[in-house]
């Protein structure tokens, strides 16, 4: 047989031009197609006419870090003063029972443990004077324990 090895032909009739292409080539030439209509449509489009503007942003400042302790219903320190905006890395620890550090505005409560520091991040984004306090209820001195912190407003 003559054509017994032979593969079989992909030819198909491209009608648009009344000849008969390649299957590959027909492929090639709609990708060509869709590559001009993509540069077109990209050309054409508002997105071209914007220019990119260099964002200014202030300087990264590292976090500023806070050893709260709670003991003897009382904080030290029980006052906090920070930037807005700043970046506030507390490490709580407790001396004698379980306390809490709490801030309702910042939807914040980290308890802790004698002998088990807790470290945590608090996002300064909010300014004014806010106070932080012992939510526990195991003893009843624990609501005398109060704190501020203090964010400063951007200048």
Same mark, same amino acid.
């Given at each position: ?47 071209? *006419? /914007? +220019? @990119? ?7 990264? %400042?590292?976090? #500023? $870090?806070? *050893? /709260? +302790? @709670? ?7 029980? %006052?906090?003063? #920070? $930037? ?72």
């Amino acid at each position: 047989m003559a054509g017994a090895g032979r593969r079989p032909t992909t030819m198909a009739p491209l009608p648009s031009l009344g000849v008969t292409v390649n299957r590959g080539v027909r492929y090639a030439r709609a990708l060509g197609l869709a590559v001009i209509v993509i540069a077109v449509l990209c050309a054409t489009s508002p997105a071209r *006419t /914007v +220019v @990119a503007q260099p964002v200014l942003q202030e300087a990264h %400042r590292p976090p #500023v $870090e806070v *050893t /709260v +302790v @709670a003991k003897k219903y009382s904080f030290s320190p029980a %006052r906090i003063e #920070v $930037e807005q905006d700043d970046i506030i890395k507390v490490t709580l620890k407790t001396e004698d029972i379980p306390h809490s550090f709490t801030i309702d505005q910042y939807r914040i409560s980290k308890r802790v443990a004698p002998g088990q520091p807790v470290t945590f991040e608090i996002h300064a984004d909010q300014a004014g004077t806010f106070t932080y306090y012992c939510s526990l209820t195991s003893d009843e001195r624990c609501k005398e324990m109060r704190g501020e912190l203090v964010v400063h407003a951007k200048r």
